[in-house]
């Protein structure tokens, strides 16, 4: 694989970010409580498919929510092609473009894959309840058009003959797929994928890799992915960043990590064998 | 599914000569053949109770929230109109005079009456309860928008389900001592001599109304989002659902059909007891809606019916005596219910016109064609 310098513009910057759960804010700051993300930094330039990799537990997840608000900051700035995002809603930080998926699958399980990817497509659906309410031709133009939006988006991954399938009756694998359309379909420019390879077997990461190649090429995209399992980073990840207790502990090419040795230590054990998981 | 010619609210013509042919059969073929009592008991609340459920069906069924609120909406909606149309009533009035026909001998064999009125009505008083009306749904729509955009923003589904139960009993205490400001409301010995203008027509009206609003706005981007936000409010989030935003609209929307019903209601029976708006009878629509199924329209309408018709039929079909064991019937019956039907009495199924709409697959030549390009498997 290669490894270019990092060119274009910032897409995502990161800097001193901080998570705490649990403490007492005094006047001297926070006490206590458990520090889940402690001066984290991050850059991500355009175009690249970057990886944040670590243990359980080392705070990948924490930094990924508090990029999409889902959970609040303690500190520190996140930025979005130079916008602050700290203190935006969920929503709006989503339509500014950031896309994503969860590590426990979180699709709408009872509505249909159809339907779970239109309603990601509900922002640029061009209409409100007005037009909703009286349904006229110009509302009839837009649905046809989100429809078929989300039904390309689902050919790509290979569901187009499941759109009427209630998407909890979905095989786990196709549901990580819905998942993936559903974060397309929100139209990101960076997209967040959390652990898009737990519980697939090893055919099935694979075809996963092909999949995110291809939308990372086809959709323009740049990714951000988190992952425990060193081989699916390894073998698709341009730029890595390994956490460990809520802070970073290396950061450069699959090679360069891979033989550091505080993340030989940290995550690949200590005898230096296969590559795995700690826990 | 680009539909051509005549379209009215996304129906077309077929649809609306339908609607007119049921409301031809109803006013003058099965009306005309029942009681006083039964036509209101078992045709025109209903359909006012319907329209309410409907209503909470967007909030609790539809969009998750559970809410206890409607039933004081309700009452909001039927004071606001009564107090209209107690103070406008005997100045208002336009009437028509239409034509009268004299039915041949074998029509009334099917229409139980020797001559038939057509367009003949006071413009007036439909004018007044138009406006009443109106004037009720909006008013419970604005008290919901504050009520719901304060409480919304801080408390989940089932804490605002306490605090919409609150909103209900405190509509209740301020209508018993209603009369301190707006007299002709009486307070607690409840008002009267409001007109009765409402007629078979206008719950229809309202029934239909109703029911093709909700059905266009769920089968649509609006009622996705709507849906999401019930499903998994954190998912929804992160596609981009303003999920505050949409809960508001489902719970002023919803109330606004409250208040709507509360005008027609006011207006039927001709009398208002701030008993009746009390916190236990809430639970009534909401009864309803469980009945027929959360988030199924079809549903919600039918149970409606089945509701009214069987708890005021109880009261002939049970012999002489025991009308008091309905009460014991009701309760068992939604036990059993529950028991052995929790989705409802419709699931998942809508019938006619209230299905969502098909999209055909696309096939994979149709894929690539337009550009999907390779397809990925796992």
Redesign the interface.
Known sequence: MTTCPPTGPVVLQINRLCKNFGGQVTSQGIEGGLWAVRDFDLTVHEGELAGLIGPNGAGKTTVFNMI?A?ISTTSGQIAFYGKNLVGL???AI??LGI??T?QNI??????TV??NV??????H?G???GA??????G???K??A???TA??LL????L??K??EIASNLPY??Q??VEMA?AL??RPKLLLLDEPAAG?NPA?VR??M??IH?IHD?FKLTILLIEHQMRVVMGICEQITVMDFGQVIARGNADQVASNPRVIEAYLGKQGGKPGRRD | MQKTGFRFLGQSWRFWAVVVLIFLVAQWVIMPRMTEFRKTAWVMFPCIMAGLCLGLNLIFGFNGQFSLGQWGFYAIGAYTSAVITYRLGSRISLPIHGMTFQLPGFLQAIIPMSEVSLFHFDLGKAALLLGATLAGGLLAALISYAFGYVVLLRLGSDYFGIATLGFTIIVQNLLNNSDKVIPETKGARGMIGIPMLTSFFWVFIFLVFATVVMRNLIHSSVGRAIVSVREDEVAAQAMGIDVLKYKVLSFVLGSMLAGIAGALYAHLYAFLSPAYFGSEKSFDPLIIIVLGGLGNMTGTIIATFVWAVSLEGMRIWLPMGFEAWRLVIYPIALVLLMLFRPQGIMGRVELGFLKAPKWARKTRDAVSATGGGKEVTA
């Open positions: 999409s889902l809603p969920p929503h989503t339509q896309g994503r969860f979180r699709i709408f399980p009872r509505l159809l339907d239109c309603i990601a497509l509900h922002p659906a209409y409100g309840v909703a309410v009286w349904q006229g031709s509302f009839d133009r649905e046809s989100l429809i078929e039904q390309e050919g790509i991954f290979n187009q003959d759109q009427d694998g196709e990580r797929r559903r379909a929100a697939m099935e075809t996963l092909e999949s291809f086809q």
